[in-house]
Structure formats: structure tokens, C-alpha cells
């Protein structure tokens, strides 16, 4: 076998693997029960660190939070109208906050905004959500350092777990956070180069 007929096995091998690769990952479209509307609001607890104990409060959070949220939004149709209610009532998700603290005998400060932050490329099956600043409601306990946790409130989408998707990082956080999104930087997969090493290996051997 000569050396030109082994570069256009190569070539169309690769083509074939890119191909393969491209369609397993595809981007939300509008009608897609995981789609997420460009006009939503999410939220995103940080955690004060990876301790047990501080993972276990941030899911206490998240749950009354989002329950709390639920019960304003749910028949809601305007992101505008969501984002008013939420505003609000910032003094009831700050009291919410503080009891499931003081529930767990944290003393630990915190804060409550509805702000723009920014969120890394998420993976969720075979949906990809691109990276980029979207407004949510940002709970951030103690420290902030642990590993966080985000859903979608409006419209109400915290039945989809987004956190416990593949992910990885585009850009920097605004804040500087660090568990999950650091552990979400997936590495790049030299699946393609371990591919063609193999293949060429037994072509030449």
C-alpha cells in the first residue's frame, strides 16, 4: 500500500469521525423539552465549600428557594412579569436563606441578588447550552467556593437538574468560584488522535 492511498484512508477516516462526533452534540432548539427560552431567568446557589455539611445546606436552599420561586412564577407568561415578583420579594428568598442556615446551625453570611452572571457551556445529554452572561437569581453562601448548583426558574425548568450534565468552561466566571465549574472543565478528548496513532501503527506495521 503506498503512501498516498494511507493519507486518503486517514483523511476519510477523519472526516467520518468529526461527522460522527458533530451530531452527537446539538445545540437547543426552540420546541425541545430541555430548551431554554433566551428571555428566562435561572438560579444558582455556590456553596461555601465541598464539605459535607455545606453541600447539604446548599440542596436545602435550592430546594425551598426554587419551591418558594415556583409558587410566584408558575403561571406566569412574560419574563418581565417574573423578574417584577422576584424583585419583589427579595426580603421573603433572604428570610428563606437564613432559616434553612440557622436550621443547620450555620453562621455563615450570604447574599441573595438578581443580577446577570455568567454561566460556562453546559452539556445536557446530547443539548448543548452555550456559555454566557443570563440573569439569575445568585445565592452565594459563605465563602461561594463549593460546588454549585443551577436550574431554570422561569419558565419553571428545576425538574432539569442542568448541574449534574457534562460541562465545560468557555470563559471565566465573574465570580471567582471554584468546585464544580473548575471540575467541569472537561478535558479535550484525544480520542481521534489515539484513532489514527492505532490505525497507522498497523498500516505501516
Not at 458533530?22 to 437547543?28: A, G, N, Y
Not at 448548583?149 to 471565566?172: G, I, M, Q, R, Y
Amino acid at each position: 500500500m503506498n503512501r498516498r492511498v494511507k493519507l486518503y484512508i486517514i483523511m476519510v477516516l477523519s472526516i467520518l469521525i468529526l461527522s460522527w462526533e458533530t451530531q452527537q452534540m446539538l445545540p437547543v432548539e426552540a420546541g425541545d423539552q430541555h430548551f431554554i427560552p433566551e428571555e428566562s431567568i435561572r438560579l444558582r446557589i455556590l456553596a461555601n465549600s465541598n464539605a459535607p455539611l455545606d453541600q447539604t445546606v446548599k440542596r436545602n436552599i435550592r430546594d425551598a428557594v426554587n419551591t418558594q420561586i415556583t409558587t410566584w412564577v408558575e403561571h406566569l407568561q412574560d419574563v418581565d412579569d417574573a423578574r417584577e415578583i422576584i424583585g419583589a420579594n427579595m426580603a421573603d428568598l433572604n428570610e428563606i436563606v437564613a432559616g434553612e442556615l440557622e436550621a443547620a446551625g450555620s453562621n455563615e453570611p450570604f447574599s441573595v441578588e438578581l443580577r446577570e452572571t455568567a454561566f460556562p457551556t453546559k452539556l445536557y445529554g446530547s443539548r448543548l447550552y452555550p456559555a454566557g452572561d443570563y440573569e439569575a437569581v445568585v445565592v452565594t453562601l459563605g465563602d461561594g467556593k463549593g460546588d454549585n448548583w443551577w436550574c431554570v426558574l422561569f419558565p419553571p425548568l428545576c425538574f432539569l437538574d442542568f448541574s449534574n450534565s457534562d460541562a465545560k468552561a468557555h470563559e471565566a466566571e465573574g465570580e471567582n468560584s471554584t468546585g464544580e465549574d473548575d471540575a467541569e472543565e472537561v478535558q479535550v478528548s484525544f480520542f481521534i488522535v489515539d484513532v489514527f496513532t492505532n490505525l497507522w501503527d498497523k498500516i505501516t506495521s
